[in-house]
C-alpha cells in the first residue's frame, strides 16, 4: 500500500486541522508504491525529527509515468481538448488552492521550514494567482496568418510539445509547481514532475486537488525521488520531448548536457545567483535598510534571487551599517508555525552545514560578523541572521551562492563603479537599486547584467512578470506570456491557392 500522512497542527499554527493525504508516487491519477517498494524519510527541520515516510521514485517509475503522459496526451488532452476546457479546469485548480489554503501553508511549514504567515500569504497565495493567470491564457494561444502573395495562403500553430519533464527545487515547493504546471498544461503538455525529497509533501497534497478539478488521469504525473536517479531519467528520457529545472547551476549545467545527448530536448534552466542589492547615497534610507533585510533573509535566505551582495555609496556606509544591522537584529527567528517569526530553520542538516561552512570560511578570510554568524538555539537548523563587512571581492562569501541568510556589505564610490563590481559575476539573476533619482535608477537598471531588476524594491514577483537569468543564472524564462513559448512548438502551414505547378 502506498506510503500517507496524518497530521494534527496544534497551536500556535493558527491552521488548528488534521491533514491526511497519500504520500505515494501519483501516476495516471492515482497513488502508487514505488517499483522497488523503497520509501524516503521526510524530516521536521525545526526539530530534525521524522514526520512520514514518503515513497521513492525510480527510474522505472518515470518510464511508467512517461507512457501514461503519452497515452494521455494523445486522447484526452494536448489537441484533443480546446483551451477553454483547459482554462476552466485550471481556474477551478486554483480555486482550491486557494480554499485548502491554510492548510498548504502549514504543510509547508511543516516540512519546509518557512514561516506560517509567509506560506499562507506569499507561496499559497501566489501559486493560485499564476495558475490562475495562465488559466486566462489556455484559449490564447495561437499563432497568425502571414501574407506571401496572392496565390498562397500562410499561417502558423502554437501546439504543444508533448509530454514535458519538470523538476522543482526544496525553497518554495507549492509556488515552484505552479510556475511549471501553469504554463505546460495551459498549452495542453502532459506532465512528469519531480518534487525535492526534501520537501514533497505540498506537492503530493495537491495531488487530491488535481484529482479534485477534474483533470483526465494522467495529464499530471508527480514523483519523489533523488536527483541522480529520477531527476536523470526525467533530463535523460527519449520520449520526454522538454524539461524545466529549477536549481543551482551545478545541477543546471547536468541537465543541460543529458538534455543534448539524449534527444535534444528542450531545455529551460532558472539556477543560481548572486545578486547586487545597490544604495545611492541619496535613497530614502529608513525604506533601503528594510527592503535589504527583505531582500537576503526572506525564506530565510534560501532564495536564488537573494540580495546577498548589498552595496552603499561611501557618503552613508556608516549611517545606513548601523541602521541595517539594528533591523536584522529584530527579525525573529523560531518556531515556524508561530504567526509572528520571520525566519524559520534551514531545510536540512546538510544546508545547514553548508552555510556555516561560508560562515566559517568568512571569519577565516578576514571578513568581521556585525551580527549573527552562529547557531540560533539549540534544535533543528536554525542560523542567526548574519552580517559580513570588512569583505574582499576575492572571498568565497562575496563570490558564491551561499543560499542562507547571509550578506556582505561593500562600498562604492559612484556609477561607473558599482557598475563594474555589481557585475563582477558570472551569475545574472536579479540585482535592485535604491535612489531617489529615477533617472539614475533606470540608467543604472540598464546596466546592469540581471534578468531582474527592482527599483526601490526587492522581492517582488508577478504572475504577468518574466523571470530568469543573464549568463549562468538560466535559460529561458518563466512567468509571463514569455514562459509559454516554452511549451509549444510553431508549425508554419502553406496553402498553394493559385500557383501553377513546376
Not at 11 to 24: H, I, L, S, V
Not at 358 to 372: F, P, Q, R, W
Request: hydrophobic letters at 40%; charged letters at 20%.
Amino acid at each position: 500500500m502506498p506510503t500517507s500522512l496524518k497530521y494534527t497542527f496544534e497551536a500556535p499554527c493558527p491552521y488548528k486541522g488534521t491533514t491526511n493525504f497519500n504520500t505515494g508516487i501519483f501516476i495516471d491519477g492515482k497513488f502508487h508504491d514505488g517499483s522497488e517498494g523503497k520509501t524516503i524519510e521526510v524530516f521536521n527541520p525545526s526539530n530534525g525529527k521524522k514526520i512520514c515516510d514518503i515513497s521513492e521514485a525510480t527510474p522505472a517509475d518515470v518510464d511508467t509515468a512517461v507512457k501514461v503522459a503519452t497515452r494521455a496526451f494523445h486522447t484526452s488532452w494536448g489537441l484533443k481538448v480546446p483551451g477553454s476546457e483547459r482554462g476552466r479546469l485550471l481556474m477551478r485548480l486554483a480555486d482550491l488552492i486557494e480554499k485548502n489554503a491554510e492548510e498548504l501553508a502549514a504543510i509547508e511549514a511543516l516540512d519546509n521550514g518557512k514561516a506560517y504567515s509567509i506560506a499562507l500569504d506569499f507561496d499559497v497565495a501566489q501559486a493560485a494567482a499564476v495558475i490562475r493567470y495562465y488559466a486566462g491564457w489556455a484559449d490564447k494561444i495561437h499563432g497568425k496568418t502571414i501574407e506571401v502573395d496572392e496565390t498562397k495562403f500562410a499561417y502558423t500553430l502554437h501546439e504543444p510539445i508533448g509530454v514535458v519533464g519538470q523538476i522543482i527545487p526544496w525553497n518554495f515547493p507549492v509556488y515552484m509547481l505552479s510556475w511549471k504546471l501553469g504554463p505546460a498544461l495551459a498549452t495542453g503538455n502532459t506532465v512528469v514532475l519531480k518534487t525535492s525529497e526534501f520537501t514533497p509533501l505540498s506537492a503530493l497534497r495537491v495531488c487530491a486537488l488535481i484529482n479534485e478539478a477534474g483533470f483526465p488521469p494522467g495529464v499530471v504525473n508527480i514523483l519523489s525521488g533523488y536527483g541522480a536517479t529520477v531527476g536523470a531519467a526525467i533530463a535523460n528520457h527519449m520520449h520526454i520531448e522538454k524539461v524545466a529545472f529549477t536549481g543551482s547551476t551545478l545541477v543546471g549545467r547536468s541537465i543541460l548536457k543529458a538534455a543534448a545527448n539524449s534527444n535534444l530536448k528542450k531545455a529551460t534552466l532558472e539556477l543560481g545567483g548572486k545578486s547586487p542589492n545597490i544604495i545611492f547615497d541619496d535613497a530614502n534610507l529608513e525604506d533601503a535598510v528594510k527592503w535589504t533585510a527583505f531582500g537576503i533573509m526572506f525564506n530565510h535566505g534560501q532564495c536564488c534571487c537573494a540580495g546577498s551582495r548589498v552595496y552603499v555609496q561611501e557618503r552613508i556606509y556608516d549611517k545606513f551599517i548601523a541602521d541595517f544591522t539594528q533591523h536584522i537584529k529584530t527579525l525573529k527567528v523560531g518556531n515556524p508555525m508561530d504567526p509572528d517569526t520571520f525566519q524559520g530553520p534551514q531545510v536540512s542538516q546538510i544546508q545547514y552545514d553548508r552555510i556555516m561552512g561560508y560562515i566559517k570560511s568568512g571569519k577565516d578570510e578576514g571578513a568581521t560578523v556585525l551580527t549573527g554568524g552562529e547557531r540560533h538555539g539549540n534544535e533543528g537548523f536554525f542560523i542567526q541572521p548574519t552580517v559580513f563587512v570588512d569583505v574582499k571581492p576575492e572571498m568565497k562569501i562575496v563570490q558564491e551562492e551561499i543560499f542562507g541568510p547571509v550578506v556582505v556589505v561593500l562600498k562604492f564610490k559612484d556609477e561607473d563603479d558599482i557598475i563594474k563590481q555589481a557585475n563582477d559575476t558570472f551569475y545574472g539573476l536579479a540585482a535592485a537599486v535604491f535612489s531617489r533619482d529615477i533617472s539614475r535608477a533606470i540608467l543604472v537598471a540598464n546596466r546592469l547584467q540581471a534578468g531582474t531588476v527592482w527599483v526601490n524594491c526587492y522581492n517582488k514577483l508577478h504572475p504577468q512578470v518574466p523571470f530568469g537569468g543573464y549568463k549562468q543564472s538560466g535559460v529561458g524564462r518563466e512567468l509571463g506570456e514569455y514562459a509559454l513559448a516554452n511549451y509549444t512548438q510553431v508549425k508554419a502551414v502553406q496553402i498553394n491557392i493559385a500557383a501553377p505547378a513546376p
